[in-house]
Nanobody
Framework: QVQLLESGGGLVQPGGSLRLSCAASGSFFRIYDMAWYRQAPGKQREVVANITSGGSTNYADSVEGRFTISRDNAKNTVYLQMNSLKPEDTAVYYC????????????????WGQGTQVTVSS
């Protein structure tokens, strides 16, 4: 059973920083694209940043220049460094990944983590 486990959320003051981590565990062949999403109360889930297996990245306009996504393929882990945090960054942050698993066939499945709360408030 493949799982994504996030960590690193918490309460931070405006202008502060947090680093989120998401580690994949279980039995799988490889990981393709990984991404961070967030969902604020009363709003739809939105993509924050994504990174390919080769390291190419994309960011939402709202976080460009403040957030950095990275990954350690040897540790099956993706990170989100969040700097200059604003109250509007408050949300539950979710990790997402396309992972190749081998059952009776080789297939790529999309997985979600359980989410970690980030609250930006003074």
């Amino acid at each position: 059973q493949v799982q994504l486990l996030e960590s690193g959320g918490g309460l931070v003051q405006p202008g502060g920083s947090l680093r989120l981590s998401c580690a994949a565990s279980g039995s799988f062949f490889r990981i393709y694209d990984m991404a961070w999403y967030r969902q604020a109360p009363g709003k739809q889930r939105e993509v924050v940043a994504n990174i390919t297996s080769g390291g190419s990245t994309n960011y939402a306009d709202s976080v460009e220049g403040r957030f950095t996504i990275s990954r350690d393929n040897a540790k099956n882990t993706v990170y989100l460094q969040m700097n200059s945090l604003k109250p509007e960054d408050t949300a539950v942050y979710y990790c997402n990944a396309d992972i190749v698993v081998v059952t009776s066939v080789i297939t790529t499945r999309n997985y979600w983590g359980q989410g970690t709360q980030v609250t930006v408030s003074s």
